[in-house]
T-cell receptor
Framework: DAGVIQSPRHEVTEMGQEVTLRCKPI?????LFWYRQTMMRGLELLIY????????DSGMPEDRFSAKMPNASFSTLKIQPSEPRDSAVYFC???????????????FGPGTRLTVL | GENVEQHPSTLSVQEGDSAVIKCTYS??????FPWYKQELGKGPQLIID?????GEKKDQRIAVTLNKTAKHFSLHITETQPEDSAVYFC????????????FGAGTQVVVTP
C-alpha cells in the first residue's frame, strides 16, 4: 500500500496568496484528519471527516481555513488568504473506523511544510 | 473532552540504557492508547498500541503498560540505540470518537553513544 499521500511536500508562498494542500488517504479508510504541527503548539487537530462528511471542525483556527472531502480518496485544506503565522507542517492522517468497535490505527502522511513569507 | 499529559518533555539517555515516558489521561471512556514516533522531517508513525482490556504489551525492545484505575500509561524502551532518537507522542481515544486521537505534547528522546 502506498500509504497516505500528501502534496506538495513543500510550499513557499507570499502573504495573501491562496494555498491548497492535498491528501489522498489509504484506500479503504473512511476517516480523515488534518493536523497542524508547530514548535509552539505541538500537534493540533484542525478538522476530521468520516465517510466524507465533516464531523468536527472546531480546530480550524479561522474562516481563512477551509477543508473539503469530495470523495473517499481525496481531501483538500485551503488557506485563503495565507499569513506568516500559518507557517507550519500540515499532516493528513487516515483511519478505518468500525461501527461500535475499538479504535484502529491512524496512519499519517509525510506532511506538507508550508512557509508563508 | 479528553486531555493527555506527557512527561518528560525531553529525555537524554546513554546508549544501552532504558527510557521511560509517562502519560496520563482524563477521560475514563478512553480505551485505545497508541504511541507514535516522529523522526525529523517525517510524519508520526505508530510503534505500539494498547487497548483497555490488557495491562501490558511488548514488541521486542518496546513495551507499553496501562493502569486504567490511575489513568496512566507508559512507554518503555530497553537497550536504547541511536536510531531510537526521535520525538515520541502518546495518544488516547474512545470507541465513539470516530478514531479521533488526543495527543500528548511529545517527548524528545536523545540517545547518546
Amino acid at each position: 500500500d502506498a500509504g497516505v499521500i500528501q502534496s506538495p511536500r513543500h510550499e513557499v508562498t507570499e502573504m495573501g496568496q491562496e494555498v491548497t494542500l492535498r491528501c489522498k488517504p489509504i484506500s479503504g479508510h473512511n476517516s480523515l484528519f488534518w493536523y497542524r504541527q508547530t514548535m509552539m503548539r505541538g500537534l493540533e487537530l484542525l478538522i476530521y471527516f468520516n465517510n466524507n462528511v465533516p464531523i468536527d471542525d472546531s480546530g480550524m483556527p479561522e474562516d481563512r481555513f477551509s477543508a473539503k472531502m469530495p470523495n473517499a480518496s481525496f481531501s483538500t485544506l485551503k488557506i485563503q488568504p495565507s499569513e506568516p503565522r500559518d507557517s507550519a507542517v500540515y499532516f493528513c492522517a487516515s483511519i478505518r473506523t468500525k461501527t461500535g468497535g475499538l479504535g484502529d490505527t491512524q496512519y499519517f502522511g509525510p506532511g506538507t511544510r508550508l512557509t508563508v513569507l | 473532552g479528553e486531555n493527555v499529559e506527557q512527561h518528560p518533555s525531553t529525555l537524554s539517555v546513554q546508549e544501552g540504557d532504558s527510557a521511560v515516558i509517562k502519560c496520563t489521561y482524563s477521560d475514563s471512556a478512553s480505551n485505545y492508547f497508541p504511541w507514535y514516533k516522529q523522526e525529523l522531517g517525517k510524519g508520526p508513525q505508530l510503534i505500539i498500541d494498547i487497548r483497555s482490556n490488557v495491562g501490558e504489551k511488548k514488541d521486542q525492545r518496546i513495551a507499553v503498560t496501562l493502569n486504567k484505575t490511575a489513568k496512566h500509561f507508559s512507554l518503555h524502551i530497553t537497550e536504547t540505540q541511536p536510531e531510537d532518537s526521535a520525538v515520541y507522542f502518546c495518544a488516547a481515544s474512545s470507541t465513539d470518537s470516530w478514531g479521533k486521537l488526543q495527543f500528548g505534547a511529545g517527548t524528545q528522546v536523545v540517545v547518546t553513544p
